[in-house]
């Protein structure tokens, strides 16, 4: 197998693109490709402030390389979720987190949700109704919130997150199994901003997760490789499996699933968007918008009685 571009052994080959790349032209390629996805869908422009929400994990670490690579001011963010039981996947996220933006001097801004909020994740979860027990939605609404915050506090135009192709197609998969059109019709690379809220962006929506993979080895990013602890047997790990069987003996399919849905979106498929606006008003505690009369979810959630 040949580079395109150079004739070169490939290093990387993309049956559902039909190329193949060695090392210097991949590393090339990513983001051309990412830079191509953030001015078709008007994600942000050179002059705006970025804060990329980074994880630790190989897609948002590598979401700030690329960006910093294109020339972009883009901050982090990390939170600290406390998730530290049997194995110290918060504090092992942290350091690699920490250690990527030292090394390259980066402004890195870390939220830790048991000193802002008094109780881990773990421990949030126990006690909320919320998916009885199970973190994932209670960490789902924490992090949501904290995002929020801090870009409306340090006043950033825009909060990217790393989500890539096999997350978004994952998600629209669970959506369209319960034909979910609120979800559906918000689903997208980009969510406008609201008042009070930040336009939110995935640069890599258009990524599948093994070109993201590749990129971050060839670049050599140090990640947490772990996944999560509470990830495991999650329904999108599932349609993640289903959606590669797929992919498997149709090269392509994954990318095809998600960019008809946005052709279907943008004419209007789902839902008329006035239809299924709700009244928000600000929350009564920390002023993001909720639907909810009072206190939003994460505030009634904090709130201890
Ligand atoms: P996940 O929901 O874990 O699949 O993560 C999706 C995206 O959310 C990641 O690519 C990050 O951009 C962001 N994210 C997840 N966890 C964190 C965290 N602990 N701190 C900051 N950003 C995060
Ligand atoms: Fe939030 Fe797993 S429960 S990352
Ligand atoms: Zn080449
Ligand atoms: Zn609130």
Not at 63 to 74: E, Q
Not at 146 to 161: P, S
Request: aromatic residues 10%.
């Amino acid at each position: 197998m040949k580079c395109r571009t150079c004739g070169k052994k490939a290093s990387v080959n993309m049956r559902q693109h039909k190329l193949a790349l060695c090392k210097e032209h991949y590393l090339e390629w990513i983001p051309a490709q990412a830079e191509r996805f953030i001015e078709k869908y008007r994600m942000f422009t050179h002059d705006e402030k970025i804060l990329v929400a980074v994880s630790g994990g190989k897609d948002s670490l590598s979401l700030w390389d690329i960006l910093l690579r294109l020339g972009y001011a883009a901050d982090g963010l990390y939170i600290c979720l406390g998730i530290d039981e049997g194995i110290a996947y918060s504090f092992e996220s942290q350091r690699l987190t920490e250690k990527f933006a030292a090394e390259r001097g980066l402004k890195l801004n870390v939220v830790n949700v048991q000193q802002e909020y008094g109780e881990t994740i773990p421990e949030f979860a126990g006690r909320s109704q919320r998916g009885k027990g199970k973190p994932c939605s209670v960490c789902g609404l924490t992090k949501r919130h904290i995002m929020n915050r801090i870009a409306r506090d340090f006043g950033y135009d825009v909060l990217a997150t790393g989500h890539n192709l096999d997350d978004e197609a994952a998600v629209l998969f669970g959506n369209t199994l319960t034909w979910s059109g609120e979800y559906l019709l918000r689903q997208g690379p980009v969510l406008p901003a609201t008042p009070g809220l930040a336009r939110k962006v995935k640069p890599l929506c258009r990524l599948y997760e093994r070109e993201m993979l590749a990129y971050s080895l060839l670049r050599s990013i140090e990640y947490i490789y772990d996944e999560c602890p509470f990830a495991e047997g999650a329904t999108s790990i599932y349609y993640k499996e289903l959606l590669n069987k797929l992919e498997n003996d149709r090269p392509g399919a994954k990318l095809a699933f998600y960019l008809s849905f946005l052709e279907a979106r943008k004419k209007g498929l789902f839902a008329e968007p006035e239809a299924i606006q709700q009244e928000l008003h600000p929350c009564r505690s920390c002023g993001q918008p909720t639907s909810a009369p009072g206190l939003c979810a994460f505030c009634r959630m904090v709130k201890k009685d």
